[in-house]
């Protein structure tokens, strides 16, 4: 830590001195006023030196000092602290002041009236700067050095040399504008080229600034070795004299490139270091290359370009510096929103359509497993797409390309392994001010997510049918009990009616009362049987027209997810301009949705074809409307063909058989029927047909086979699944 | 076969009261029928009583409860059960407490001697 860091304000030192505060208050300040007093010295023995070196910074016989470090020193020990303490630091320089201009013998009263002078500079510079660039000293930013330049190298040398000069003037009765432009320009130029250094390494703002070994540490070093040498030459070259004036700029001509190279590439300490090199190499040489014809108006030369050169040169430095702390902050940035990204499993992309100009970020690319050097291009993701949601992608693509409207769509990948990925694609459409369309989106690869929804789902149907079984168990044990009394009864008393009869001599009487209960009891458990087909039959009165296409709909959608778990590849083919049914809307669509699943699980143990179920619905003779559901499945034995309709007949392991019988019931109480056939290949077909609605045709008479949105849709998300 | 041994019935089911008896009256038991469990323990049946048929599905006490009542009463008589409920986990307990035969109903005529055969002879 540099001995300057001791003057930073007193709160961030009290923080290093560990957490209980209170307990070591004492200790914080002892330690404090030791290292006030340890700045104090500093500062005094910074200023006498500063003033040694100051004396030697001229161009004999010039009189006046290029440089004058001292006033510097001030201004750089009173940025880099509070306000309160700025009277010490002042004060601590005052024997320094005193020891060297006495030593020059210069009168008491000149030399307080100097120190008054050099102090109210520092003061105003300092007390500028803090104004104006909100309290810090932030040398690394553009807006920091430029409230820099302007306020402690320019205005605060300008005012005070005002107040140099006139002390000059009144005890040396010097030549009152002379002397303050002597000054303005020294003031000015060791401000702007001392300052900055001194605060930067002062203050700590050397991260990043400051040369790493390394690279970066090789460049300084080339910098400051090319800077030696080819400054060494140039202000040590001296041309006789009737050169041509031109040459007389060639020095910092020729130094421009490392200053440049400075400020672009090394931050705003390299390039005040790299200025007062310079400085150091023109006053060793003696300004050499400045033919002007008094030594004094060749300091004069020397400062304004130097001025001139550094002011801009720093703030250039400053820009690039911020410009590098902005790319790092965005790299950062970037790679903060790329573990974001990896960690969601998210990518982002955007895709310009009229050029299919496509960015990926690199989650996207990771996703897609391809290098992040290969260009993305829509055939390059196609050879990821899984083969059988091709036709979807381009669908995508292609409808994407047309209105320009958001899209979000689910399609699965097949990796180079075989293995499968599920990704959901969510994009959003721009257009610019020419129109042209792009789209910026997020891809997410949800395999994880459907793989587990999926095993949620399978579960959940597993315990549906656990259920349904359960509480069809209950039903049938209820129907049992109530049929099985009556029954009971009839048996006991047709027997005890026989024996009656049996007995010598009969006894008529009993047998006729016993035949009698026999009766009864048959009566009753008939009554069950009415009670249970009731259950079943509902009346009439509650028909309504119903769209068999809207209600298809409607059960397709229901059962998706359960013919997706099965892996089963739905074909909706519904007739347009279908005319209206009357019936049970809830019913009819209990029927087709059992139909559906009855195709779907007879396609359970189909490996070697596609579970393809087709569901269809057209017009049929007599002015009816068949629905029919076709799958590839295990078909049936034609010799089956009317069990298949019998309640309990089943040929599922865990059926009930009765959801055919039922359907078949529902069907007939629309005046319907509904029958069974095998398919001339592999599979069944399953149709009703039931009587059309009178007058109630929904469109035209057309027979055209049209897949309507809704199903497509609903088949899309079956291919993505 | 062992004349005029008293059977009693208790079955809330009426069906059953009337034609049981009518039946093993037939066969030359001495017959008692009961709505309900309460009433057969409240009648002067209980110690008489060579056998007891007994519907397991009753209001009020059921028929093990019934079982488990006699028990306690020191009352060792035989039980055939009957149930309308083809629930077999009734089954095994029953028989577990001395019950000699368990009947599902409907029964035979032939099935219903052989459990009270095989009640008596216990």
């Known amino acids: 830590m540099s001995a300057w860091t001791t003057l930073v304000g007193s709160s961030t030192m009290a923080s290093g001195f560990g957490r209980d505060i209170a307990r070591k208050r004492d200790g914080v300040q002892t330690r404090e006023g030791f290292r006030i007093a340890a700045s104090a010295l500093l500062i005094c023995v910074g200023y006498y030196l500063g003033a040694r070196i100051g004396f030697m910074l001229r161009l004999p016989p010039a009189t006046p000092s290029v440089l004058w470090p001292p006033n510097a020193i001030l201004t750089a020990a009173l940025l880099l602290t509070p306000p309160r303490r700025w009277w010490i630091y002042l004060l601590a320089a005052l024997p320094a002041h005193l020891i060297v201009e006495v030593a020059a013998r210069l009168p008491a009263s000149l030399v307080l009236a100097l120190f008054v002078t050099n102090c109210s500079e520092a003061l105003l510079a300092a007390a500028l700067v803090r104004q104006f660039s909100g309290g810090g000293t932030a040398f690394n930013t553009f807006r920091g050095l430029a409230t820099f330049i302007l306020c402690a190298s320019l205005i605060a040398p300008f005012l005070s040399s005002f107040l140099d000069a006139g002390a000059m003037a009144v005890f040396r009765g010097e030549n009152y504008w002379l002397d303050w432009r002597t000054r303005f320009f020294a003031n000015v130029l060791t401000e702007l080229t001392l300052v900055p250094p001194i605060v930067m390494i002062g203050s700590g703002q050397t991260a990043g600034v400051l040369p790493r070994p390394g690279r970066r540490l090789l460049e300084w070093g080339g910098l400051w070795l090319g800077l030696i040498i080819v400054g060494g ?40 270091l790299a200025v007062l090199t310079v400085e150091a190499l023109a006053i060793w040489g003696g300004a050499g290359a400045w033919y002007l014809p008094s030594p004094a108006e060749n300091v004069l030369s020397l400062q304004i370009i130097l001025i001139v050169v550094t002011a801009p040169l720093l703030s250039l430095s400053g820009l690039m510096q911020e410009r590098r702390q902005t790319r790092d902050a965005v790299r950062a940035s970037e790679a903060f929103l790329s573990e974001g990204q990896r960690l969601g499993s998210t990518g982002s992309f955007s895709w310009r359509v009229d050029t299919d100009e496509i960015t990926w970020s690199e989650q996207v690319y990771r996703i897609f497993e391809f290098d992040q050097a290969v260009p993305v291009t829509l055939e390059l993701i196609g ?26 769509y689910e399609h699965r990948l097949r990796m180079s392994d075989q293995s499968v990925k599920y990704l959901h694609v969510v994009a959003h459409g721009t257009r610019d001010q020419d129109g042209r369309l792009e789209y910026v989106g997020a891809i997410q690869d949800v395999t994880e997510r459907r793989l587990s929804e999926e095993a949620l789902s399978k579960v959940r149907s597993e315990l549906a049918h656990v259920a349904r079984a359960t509480s069809l168990g209950a039903l049938t044990a209820s129907i049992a009990h109530e049929v099985s009394q009556p029954l009971s009864g009839i048996i006991t008393n047709a027997s005890a009616c026989l024996r009656m009869l049996a007995a010598d001599p009969p006894n008529v009487d009993g047998a006729r009362e016993t035949a009698r209960r026999t009766i009864r009891d048959g009566t009753r458990a008939s009554d069950v049987i009415t009670r249970l087909r009731a259950l079943f039959a509902k009346k009439e009165a509650t028909t309504e027209s119903v769209d068999l296409n809207e209600a298809t709909r409607e059960v397709v959608a229901l059962s998706l997810s359960e013919l997706q778990r099965n892996r089963v590849i739905l074909q909706a083919e519904l007739a347009v301009g279908l005319p209206l049914v009357t019936g049970d809307r809830v019913q009819l669509q209990q029927v087709i949705l059992n139909l559906l699943l009855n195709a779907s699980d007879a396609m359970t143990g189909v490996t070697d074809r596609p579970r393809q179920l087709v569901i269809r619905t057209e017009r049929d003779e007599g002015h009816r409307v068949r629905l029919s559901v076709q799958d590839a499945g295990v078909g049936f034995e034609p010799q089956d063909v009317d069990r298949l309709f019998e309640a309990f007949y089943t040929t599922k392991s865990g059926g009930m058989g009765i959801g055919l019988c039922v359907s078949r019931s529902i069907i007939e109480n629309h005046h319907g029927r509904l029958w069974a056939a095998p398919n001339a290949g592999l599979g069944a077909t399953f149709s009703f047909s039931v009587p059309c609605a009178p007058g109630g045709v929904t469109g035209s008479d057309s027979f055209g086979t049209v897949r309507t949105p809704a199903v497509t849709y609903a088949e899309h998300c079956m291919r993505n699944s | 076969m062992v004349a005029r041994s008293l059977v009693s019935i208790v079955d809330d089911d009426e069906s059953v009261r009337e034609s049981l008896p009518d039946l093993l009256r037939e066969f030359g038991f001495t017959v008692q029928a009961f709505s309900s469990a309460e009433e057969f323990l409240a009648s002067d049946c209980v110690a008489q009583t060579r056998c007891l048929i007994l519907d397991i599905a009753m209001p009020g006490m059921s028929g093990p409860e019934l079982q488990r009542e006699l028990t306690r009463r020191m009352h060792r008589i035989p039980i055939v059960f009957i149930t309308a409920h083809g629930d077999g986990a009734v089954r095994p307990r029953s028989l577990e407490r001395s019950a000699v035969q368990c009947l599902l109903k409907p029964f035979s005529e032939t099935a219903l001697i052989e459990a009270l055969n095989a009640a008596l002879r216990a």
């Open chain 1, 383 to 408: 050879t990821r797409v899984h083969p059988e949601d091709i036709p979807l992608f381009y669908e995508m693509i292609d409808r994407a390309r047309g209105d320009g409207n958001d899209f979000e």
């Open chain 1, 233 to 272: 030459i140039i202000f040590n070259w001296h041309p006789q004299s009737g050169t041509f004036v031109v040459l007389s700029h060639l020095p910092i001509t020729v130094i421009m490139p490392f200053l440049y190279w400075a400020a672009v590439r090394l931050g705003p300490l390299a390039t005040s």
